[in-house]
């Protein structure tokens, strides 16, 4: 099959991370028989530099005709004072924005070979660890109205959700889970929140007559931060909304050790999606050719498996991911020390890992 594929490398790390991600892409299209035409555009920093704004309008026409979008980093000290529309970041939430992407799909999984870089005692992932947080990305406290007294002294934002947001988002982590081992924790403060309430209403509503195979339970934000940290193997899909998605989606990211290792996907009512790490451009190592490529090797694999369709090539890079930590490599990040392997030495052995006959 042929895929049109858009790339923004945007900043810092992002040409570096990105070069090697391509590599393994092509690699994964060479072994199963596919086609990648890859379209690479500005956004960020890079786009300022060369043409004033961060996210230039061919850049959206490019994305919107792509069946999916991927994405390296943006920003930089060198745009720092610019006004925030002005910012690289703006270029970000602009293409959230024109894409339509309203589902972020944050996968936490801790590598057996890593077992080690998480800060949680050996017990208590013995089994592994393998959460995906699905968060709703344009509703509630982020999206409501705002007001601040005159004399500043009182301030309040606005949490609002539609039945309609919650279906969808809803059904988004049931497909999601029908992937995986079939389990959604739904997350709220229905305990307090109306909104919650109405969250908990529609999400049982849409599982009972829609999903009925899904195993589905829910649990209240503040108890679901407690049990990532003491049971966190108990969870596979947790649904939750932007606020508490936001703020659950770091703690599980963080069990797994590096930042360096975490994909991420955003998207929308049809098959297109974002594709990004969740880390930054990491200014302060951008150009040395250390930084880690595994979060934007891991996106492309999130990539094939939720816009493309493609679960057993998704399945391929990520085990080939796995197989050149088991050989021993590391970056810098992992804690490689003086035996570090490059950005560039990382992205290599993947893709033999992908290509070798086994
Ligand atoms: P960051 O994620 O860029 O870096 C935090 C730390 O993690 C740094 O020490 C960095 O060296 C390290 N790190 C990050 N990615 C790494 C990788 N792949 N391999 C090895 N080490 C890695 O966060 P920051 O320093 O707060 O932000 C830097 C810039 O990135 C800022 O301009 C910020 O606005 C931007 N940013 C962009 C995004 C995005 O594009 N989605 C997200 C977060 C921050």
Redesign the pocket.
């Known amino acids: 099959m042929e895929f049109k594929i858009t790339v923004l490398p945007?900043?810092?790390?992002?040409p570096e991370?990105m070069a090697e991600a391509l590599k393994v892409l092509t690699a994964a299209g060479a072994k199963f028989g596919h086609k990648f035409r890859v379209k690479s555009c500005l956004i960020?920093g890079a786009a300022i530099d060369e043409t004033g704004e961060p996210l230039p309008k061919e850049t959206v026409d490019n994305c919107l005709r792509a069946d999916a979008v991927l994405?390296?980093?943006?920003?930089?000290?060198k745009?720092?004072n610019l006004p925030v529309k002005q910012r690289?970041?703006a270029g970000?939430l602009g293409i959230r924005s024109a894409l339509g992407l309203y589902a972020n799909l944050r996968p936490a999984r801790l590598f057996a070979p890593l077992k080690a870089a998480s800060p949680l005692k050996s017990e208590l992932i013995q089994d592994g660890l393998d959460v995906l947080v699905v968060r709703e990305l344009t509703g509630d406290v982020y999206f409501g109205r705002r007001f601040r007294s005159e004399d500043g002294n009182t301030a309040m934002d606005e949490m609002c959700y539609s039945v309609h947001e919650i279906e969808r988002i809803a059904r988004r982590a049931f497909e999601c889970a029908k992937l995986r081992s079939g389990k959604v924790t739904s997350v709220d403060k229905a305990n307090v929140l109306t909104t919650s309430r109405l969250w908990r209403e529609v999400v049982t509503r849409v599982h009972d007559e829609e999903y009925p195979d899904v195993q589905l339970s829910h649990l209240y934000v503040d108890n679901a931060a407690m049990q990532l940290v003491v049971n966190p193997a108990q969870f596979d899909v947790i649904l939750t909304s932007n606020l508490f998605g936001d703020i659950l989606s770091d703690e599980a990211s963080m069990i797994t050790g590096?930042?360096?290792m975490l994909p991420s996907a955003s998207l929308g009512a049809g098959p297109l999606g974002l594709y990004?790490?969740?880390?930054?451009?990491?200014?302060?190592?951008a150009g040395k050719g250390?930084?880690?490529?595994?979060?934007?090797i891991l996106s492309v694999a999130m990539m094939l498996r939720h816009s493309l369709r493609l679960e057993d090539e998704a399945r391929a890079v990520e085990d080939a991911v796995n197989a050149a930590l088991e050989s021993g490599l590391r970056?810098?990040?992992l804690g490689g020390g003086d035996r570090s392997v490059s950005c560039e030495e990382m992205g290599d052995a993947v893709m033999g890992h992908l290509t070798a006959k086994k």
């Open positions: 945007g900043d810092g790390i992002g991370i960020g994405l390296g980093a943006v920003g930089g000290p745009w720092e690289p970041e970000l590096s930042i360096g990004e790490p969740i880390h930054g451009s990491a200014p302060d190592i250390i930084a880690n490529p595994l979060a934007t970056t810098k990040d």
